[in-house]
């Protein structure tokens, strides 16, 4: 007995002799090499950074990664060295050089996204030409014609949400908008991908959904920020609660696949429709379990999103007196009925665009950055970004919170100016700065395919509300939440900024307001559902 214990002990000391300084050895010349010889070694950064990946896991983490590199780009300036391989830019050249370039793709990280590398999707295809031809499909979708078919559906499900104002309204009871928001935004995505009602307007039973897109875009901004860690997933999946969400939310995706595959395909005019002429297509269409992927990944694109930009504009309205009047003359004066509110005439509101844009500039819901790995292609000029010679397989990118508060491009960058979009003495120059600087859906053949819609329904969201309601932000402690506060958190300081927590794409609390209804205007919306009805 103890002998062995003798014997062990001596195998354990002998083996931690080896083991130690074994390691130690590793560790210095991992650092070494990262901070002297990695082709990457001149550029500044933070030491943990230029290390792992981690350090962006970490933050991803914390759901505040927008501002961490944000300060640290205040900190080491325009190029920073955040993770061993990456490479963040802050401009409008960078913009271009690197998101309108046939020299970068996306990172295989972003398999994080989806159900693996050999399930391709629109947004997680790393293969150019495959892509293209998924971005032509689901191009069809968000296309005008296509829209313009969808629009009453949309308006319905609009009109949904401001009956479910109107009680509160009448109490005066403050409204949690990001709470309504996300289930307009969900229920619409539904219905334009599968022609699906969730239901989550009116109903509780499918809102558990929510906690598992949470939980899943929690993780993906992780994984994406942090590839090495998706080792952990197998320990996710593992857990009990987990795997339960997971199964009861496939099992609602698997329903609304199911009772579409049940209709016609052309019953309805939505995603499945296009997809599945696809899957009929005999020239190496789409395989089943890329259609469910596919549907997936719209679910989160088109719903979680929007969300995120209807609060804003609501938080922003809520808190700036001036332009809540102007919005709101805008709005009266240009409808004379709430059913007018639709189409072309809504389009042309100059004013509306200019405070979604506002928000989109001061909180976008994409916020952090989106990653692009520069190819390997050997014989070529060199990959430059910002004039930076970029080697291969360097991940590059641009943050999109730090390039929407560059101060040269938007004065007073955390000041809520919806007329900086409609200054008419602006030189050209400088409005062109602007637009190019303004990047909340990205840019290039990767940028968002469903900009149009995310316009029109946040459109329709906000000219109606202000049509049947007067608002303002809910009285005391309510009337905060959302809010930048002081002992917030580094960067969460700023009260007049709605504030993101950033799982790849956002998730925020509040506003919470107050409604008040204008006369009886609501009624005509009783009328338009029993003329459905
Ligand atoms: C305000 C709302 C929205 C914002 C801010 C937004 C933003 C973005 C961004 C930043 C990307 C690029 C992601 C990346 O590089 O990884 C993207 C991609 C995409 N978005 Fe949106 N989006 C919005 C609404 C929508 C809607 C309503 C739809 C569908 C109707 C949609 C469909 C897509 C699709 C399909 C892609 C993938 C594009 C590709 O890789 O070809 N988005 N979006
Ligand atoms: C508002 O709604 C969101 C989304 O459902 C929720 O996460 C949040 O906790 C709500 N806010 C409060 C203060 O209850
Ligand atoms: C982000 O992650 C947190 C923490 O799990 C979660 O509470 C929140 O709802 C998530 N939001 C989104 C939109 O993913």
């Not at 949904?160 to 996300?182: G, M, W």
């Not at 504009?313 to 009266?332: G, P, Q, T």
């Not at 960058?413 to 602007?434: A, C, G, H, S, V």
Request: hydrophobic share 40%.
């Amino acid at each position: 007995m103890s002998a062995a214990f003798k014997w062990s002990s001596i195998m354990l000391s002998t083996t931690l002799g080896y083991i130690i300084p074994g390691l130690s050895i590793y560790i210095l010349i991992y650092v070494t090499y990262q901070i002297f010889l990695h082709p990457l070694s001149s550029y500044p950064g933070l030491l943990i950074a230029k290390l792992t990946d981690g350090y962006n896991g970490f933050y991803a983490f914390q759901r505040g990664l927008h501002l961490k590199t944000r300060q640290n780009q205040l900190t080491y300036g325009a190029v920073v060295r955040q993770g061993p391989n990456k490479l963040v830019f802050n401009s409008i050249k960078a913009l271009q050089d690197i998101y309108r370039n046939d020299r970068t793709t996306k990172p295989k990280a972003y398999i994080a996204l989806g159900p693996g590398l050999s399930i391709q999707t629109t947004i997680t295809a790393i293969d150019r030409h495959v892509h293209r031809s998924r971005r032509q499909l689901v191009g069809q979708v968000v296309s005008e014609r296509f829209m313009r078919m969808f629009e009453p559906t949309m308006i319905d499900q609009i009109n949904l949400f401001i009956q479910q104002i109107l009680p509160s309204a009448l109490n005066s009871a403050p409204v949690n908008i990001t709470e309504r928001s996300k289930n307009l935004g969900l229920n619409i995505a539904g219905l334009l991908g599968f022609g699906y009602d969730l239901g989550l307007q009116t109903s509780e039973e499918n809102r558990f959904m929510f906690d598992m897109l949470h939980a899943g875009s929690l993780w993906s901004s992780i994984f994406l920020q942090w590839p090495n860690a998706r080792r952990f997933r197998l320990g996710l999946i593992s857990l009990r609660v987990f795997r339960q969400l997971r199964g009861k939310y496939l099992s609602v995706v698997e329903k609304m696949i199911a009772s579409r595959q049940r209709q016609d395909k052309d019953a309805q005019r939505d995603l499945y429709s296009v997809l599945a002429d696809a899957l009929d297509s005999e020239n190496g269409g789409l395989r089943q379990s890329e259609l469910w992927a596919e549907a997936n990944l719209f679910l989160v694109a088109a719903g979680d999103t929007a969300k995120t930009a209807l609060c804003a504009v609501f938080f922003y309205l809520s808190r700036n007196d001036d332009c809540y009047k102007k919005l709101a003359h805008e709005i009266r004066s240009t409808f004379t009925v709430g059913s007018e509110i639709r189409g072309p005439a809504l389009a042309a509101c100059r004013y509306l665009r200019a405070c979604i844009d506002e928000a989109l500039r001061m909180s976008p819901p994409a916020a952090g950055v989106l990653w692009r790995e520069s190819l390997h292609t050997a014989g070529d000029l060199p990959f430059t970004v910002d004039g930076h010679v970029i080697p291969g397989g360097t991940l590059v990118g641009v943050n999109i919170y730090s390039v929407h508060h560059i101060a040269e491009y938007f004065p007073d960058p955390f000041t809520y100016q919806p007329e900086r979009w409609l200054d008419n003495t602006m030189p050209t120059e400088k409005k062109r700065i602007m637009r190019d600087a303004f990047v909340p859906f990205s840019l290039g053949p990767r940028g968002c395919a469903g900009q149009a819609m995310a316009y029109s329904e946040i459109s329709l969201a906000v000219a109606k509300t202000m049509w049947y309601f007067d608002f303002e932000r809910a009285k005391g402690r309510l009337g905060e939440i959302g809010a930048g506060a002081q002992g917030a958190g580094e960067g969460r300081e700023q009260p007049g900024e709605f504030q993101l927590l950033d799982n790849f794409t956002a998730s925020h609390d509040g506003p919470y307001l107050t409604f008040h209804c204008r006369e009886n205007l609501y009624e005509d919306l009783n009328n338009a559902e029993s003329r459905e009805g």
